[in-house]
């Protein structure tokens, strides 16, 4: 048996492990981003949203979006608090008439939240100063008339705009002209120009404003020192022809840009700009068309990468060692968004844990996306979440940064009571540890200023020799080999899927003189899957009156007579079960609250028309108020069975004595009907899911409720299923778009799902079944024809998809059968018995495997045994008991890791060396067939071509 834990696959032993550690030590690692609710959207947004372009930008207090409307470009300018529709309440949308052609970009000012810049296909800059009227909620339209400065100097339109973070009024922009210009605001000036050998796509400042990172239409990666006018370092960007984007990651030596690949998969990439010959990690992440837009958040060290036309938002944790970017957690959206923007630290609710806003710009709104970090009080504030953030004063002047200098950016505390108080700089906690460089360096000089009015006489800073202009980015240091990247610990949430033994495990129906066919089945509810099957029958419920089930042999195969004889209840059937140590005793969950047990008699099946049907019941079970639900048998214990019911609870029998007893759920704690229950991997603890989207945990023998968790947010369907020997439950049910859905729980912390997975479209919910000998989920769609396999693991994402099955019919019902039913010498992992219409089907799950000869120890750990191991009165008196295992290898089978090793065949021919030269060979070879030839020659034996039997010379024709 291997637990859930230890994983099947052996792990590859790296010389480093500085990623977990970093991981587990991570503030984030509770990280949760969730859409706002409706009434805190911005609607009736009409936004400009062709092509690529997409402008969209956020500070402290005010959206700025471009617009679309005739007669030019416009921006629309929305206070943060102006949410919900427009209507009599709501105060309108403030336009700034601003060019004379469409809108390409918008950016704010960090020093000042209602200092904007746009840029225009007329190819000009205009900045403007809006007064923003906080209690009235509007932005005056007085104040956005005229613009404050006009920057005029490209020739082409300009696609992208980026303030310098530390020096007020120094503002950048790239064209499709091929150039960047760096201009002074306040005189109006363009003070640096540099041109390209192509367009200009996007470009991003390090964190101490000395440097710029640009990509280009060329393909090409490059950091700009604009002072020096100089390309201090290119290289090789994305081989795809659309737009690239790329963000500096704060104080890090490090940049993310993303694009598309040679194949037009969106991919992204993070560099080490000391040297951009190649990325640190280039990573693949779909094939949608949409460009991907990078943001960064430097105090928590988190990457958002937003695609246009996506519904979904990612995000990774950066860290130091390889893999760069750790996978943090997916917002699943079906709200496609054309634009992404992060609201400043300053205008977050940190509070609330609210650690980043993302502003999605969707349709006809702009939906706000809070990133929370969980915490146990809101009353205080958490430093160690919120350190120090680049603040709204400036560190430099334009003129001290036009004449050299460079300073870090001077920051501000997010504590609400101390709230706009700046602070030195060096207490930031997100400093580099990557050496010295521009945005790297550990300088603890720095300024301290104490309001604006004083901020521009404040001393200089000291600045280290790598903040000296010209001498910015030194030759990358040669790497050891120890040190190099491919030697660091590469973790399971990279490598598990692609080093899996079941990435090619596949589905295998049985021949068709299998099947069973002219099943005349009865329509069930939802709650209960519509087939119960063992290792000797299979049941369905039966069409006619009288509540009748259909027990048939799985050796008797082929087309059923238009009348056999079933199992009569007498109410309508609505679960069936049978018992796990019984083959032959079936059970009912019926509409009339009861449950009743059957003995079924042999060759029942075979009874034809006018024999009666059988109905002596072994035992009924009373308890519930209203209709039963689905029935559930404890995985260790003999004769304990769950059941639930309308009446929103769940109750234990003790099928020894034929009486409830225990029962959960009765203080009212289900809210609404509970859909599915699953048992953990002892039967101690007890999990159930209802439709008013809780997951609940519950310790069944002192009846109390354990936990409480939010789950899917649609009322529909769902089921749970207990992944082995853990702490997590995944659950499969429908999102609030009514998309298919996957969730994985850690019922240890509940505060938020650990990965949310989006499955499919469809009405029909995914039935889970987990082999805790392989790690192995299989999820078949009901009303469908596809099964999903995923391999689950312990580690971030937890869920790794391996492959699909396609079937030719729908899935209307399934039923797994024990696992020693399944045939090992055919490598088969499981069976089913699939309901679809009138035919019942044998689908064998298997994996591909040469020496099939041999026993495959590697994937048939010992299994649990398929009989109880403990008696129902000492489970109900509290004790517990461990599973009990056994081998599934057949006597006379020889293990796999005991076969011998395969010894190298010699190769016919013999290999050419790569050291012998071409022409050489093509001599050697020319050489040896002459002397063949010659020895034909000299020995007068007639060469092979004469041999052969040809025409006549009187048959050849003119």
């Not at 700046?422 to 790297?440: E, N, Y």
């Not at 949430?493 to 005349?520: C, D, E, Y």
């Not at 059957?598 to 035992?619: C, I, M």
């Amino acid at each position: 048996m291997v637990s859930f834990i230890s994983f099947n696959s052996k792990k590859k032993k790296k010389k480093k492990t500085h990623n977990t550690t970093m991981r587990n030590a991570s503030k984030y690692k509770h990280l949760k981003g969730e859409l706002a609710k409706r009434d805190a959207w911005y609607y009736d947004i009409t936004a400009v949203t062709s092509g690529d372009i997409c402008p969209l930008s956020a500070s402290g207090s005010l959206i700025a979006v471009g617009w679309a409307a005739t007669g030019g470009g416009s921006v629309a300018l929305i206070p943060h608090t102006l949410t919900g529709k427009r209507g009599p309440t709501v105060p309108p949308i403030t336009l700034v008439r601003a060019h004379s052609a469409q809108i390409t970009d918008v950016a704010f000012s960090p020093f000042s939240d209602t200092v904007l810049a746009t840029a225009s296909e007329d190819t000009t800059i205009k900045v403007w100063n809006a007064n923003y009227n906080a209690e009235g909620r509007v932005v005056e339209e007085a104040s956005v008339a005229e613009p404050t400065a006009v920057l005029r100097g490209h020739k082409r339109r300009v696609d992208a705009l980026r303030w310098n973070p530390t020096a007020e009024g120094i503002l950048a922009s790239g064209s499709m002209d091929k150039s960047i210009r760096v201009w002074d605001v306040k005189t109006q000036t363009e003070k640096y120009v540099h041109e390209f050998p192509d367009a200009v796509f996007s470009l991003d400042w390090n964190y101490n404003g000395s440097l710029l990172a640009t990509t280009t239409k060329d393909k090409k990666i490059r950091i700009y020192e604009p002072r020096a006018d100089q390309i201090v370092a290119e290289g090789p960007s994305h081989d795809g022809v659309k737009p690239s984007y790329v963000v500096w990651l704060g104080e890090l030596d490090r940049v993310v840009t993303t694009g598309f690949s040679r194949m037009r998969e969106r991919e992204y990439a993070i560099w080490d700009v000391r040297d951009l010959s190649k990325p640190l990690k280039r990573e693949v992440l779909d094939s949608s068309t949409g460009v991907v837009t990078p943001l960064y958040d430097n105090d928590a060290r988190l990457v958002y990468l937003g695609g246009k036309g996506d519904g979904n938002l990612r995000v990774f944790e950066v860290i130091d060692t390889a893999p760069f970017l750790q996978p943090q957690s997916t917002v699943v959206s079906s709200v496609a968004q054309k634009g992404v923007a992060l609201v400043p630290k300053r205008g977050l609710d940190v509070m609330e844990g609210e650690v980043d806003r993302v502003l999605k710009l969707c349709e006809n709104e702009i939906v706000p996306v809070p990133f929370i970090v969980p915490r146990k009080s809101r009353r205080e504030f958490a430093e160690d979440v919120f350190p120090p953030t680049a603040g709204t004063v400036p560190a430099l002047s334009a003129d001290e940064w036009l004449s050299g200098e460079t300073r870090r950016p001077v920051l501000q505390s997010l504590d609400p009571a101390r709230r706009g108080a700046t602070i030195a700089s060096s207490s930031s906690s997100s400093s580099s540890s990557l050496g010295s460089s521009a945005s790297g360096s550990t300088s603890s000089s720095s300024t301290t200023a104490t309001s604006s009015d004083d901020a521009k006489g404040k001393e200089k800073a000291s600045e280290p020799e790598s903040y000296r202009r010209g001498d910015i980015i030194k030759e990358a240091p040669k790497i050891k080999a120890e040190d190099d990247p491919s030697n660091y610990y590469v973790p399971e949430t990279i490598q598990v899927v692609r080093s899996s033994k079941f990435r090619h495990i596949m589905g295998a129906p049985w021949q068709q003189n299998t099947w069973f066919s002219n099943l005349k089945v009865k329509t069930m509810a939802s709650d209960a899957p519509a087939i119960a099957a063992n290792a000797t029958y299979f049941a369905v419920p039966w069409a006619g009156g009288g509540g009748q089930v259909a027990v048939i042999p799985l050796n008797a195969p082929g087309k059923m007579k238009d009348n056999i004889g079933t199992v009569e209840t007498g109410n309508e059937v609505l679960s069936i079960a049978f018992h796990p140590d019984h083959d032959d005793l079936l059970f009912t969950g019926l509409d009339s609250a009861m449950i009743k047990s059957y003995r079924v008699p042999d060759g029942l099946y075979q009874r034809g028309k006018g024999e009666p049907n059988h109905g002596d019941t072994e035992s009924v079970l009373k308890g519930h108020k209203r209709r039963i639900g689905a029935l559930y048998f404890h995985p260790l214990a003999h004769d304990i069975m769950a059941s639930t019911s309308m009446d929103l609870t769940v109750k234990l029998w003790d099928l020894t004595t034929s009486q409830e007893k225990l029962s959960v759920g009765d203080g009212g704690e289900h809210t609404d009907q509970v859909q599915s229950l699953a048992f953990s991997y002892d039967g101690a603890i007890l999990a159930t899911s209802a439709k008013d989207k809780f997951l609940r945990l519950w310790d069944p023998r002192q009846r109390q409720l354990l936990n409480q968790i939010a789950s899917h947010q649609s009322p529909k369907q769902s089921r749970l299923v207990w992944l082995g020997n853990s702490t997590l439950v995944a659950s499969v049910g429908f999102a609030k778009s009514s998309e298919r859905e996957l969730i994985i729980v850690d019922t240890r912390n509940a505060s938020q799902p650990l990965a949310q997975e989006p499955l499919s479209t469809g009405s029909g919910v995914f039935e889970p079944f987990f082999d805790e000998d392989t790690n192995v989920l299989s999820l078949f769609a009901m009303g469908d024809t596809s099964v999903k396999f995923f391999e689950l693991t312990s580690q971030a994402p937890f869920q790794h998809f391996l492959t699909q099955h396609q079937a030719p019919t729908q899935y209307l019902g399934i039923a797994q059968l024990p696992k020693s039913s399944c045939n090992v010498r055919n490598v088969e992992l499981a069976q089913y018995i699939k309901l679809s219409g009138s035919t019942v089907e044998r689908l064998a799950i298997k994996v591909p495997r040469t020496k099939q000869e041999f026993f495959q120890d590697d994937i048939y750990p010992p299994t649990r045994v398929d009989h109880s191991v403990l008696s129902a009165s000492d489970w109900f008196a509290g004790r517990n008991e461990k599973p009990k295992y056994v081998s599934l290898q057949p006597a006379g089978m020889e293990k796999l890791s005991d076969a011998p090793k395969q010894v190298r065949q010699v190769r016919k021919f013999e290999s050419i060396k790569a050291d012998v030269d071409a022409a050489d060979m093509q001599k050697q070879v020319v050489d040896k067939f002459h002397d063949k030839m010659q020895s034909y020659k000299e020995a007068g034996e007639p060469l092979v071509q004469d041999l052969q039997q040809g025409a006549d010379e009187d048959e050849w024709s003119d």
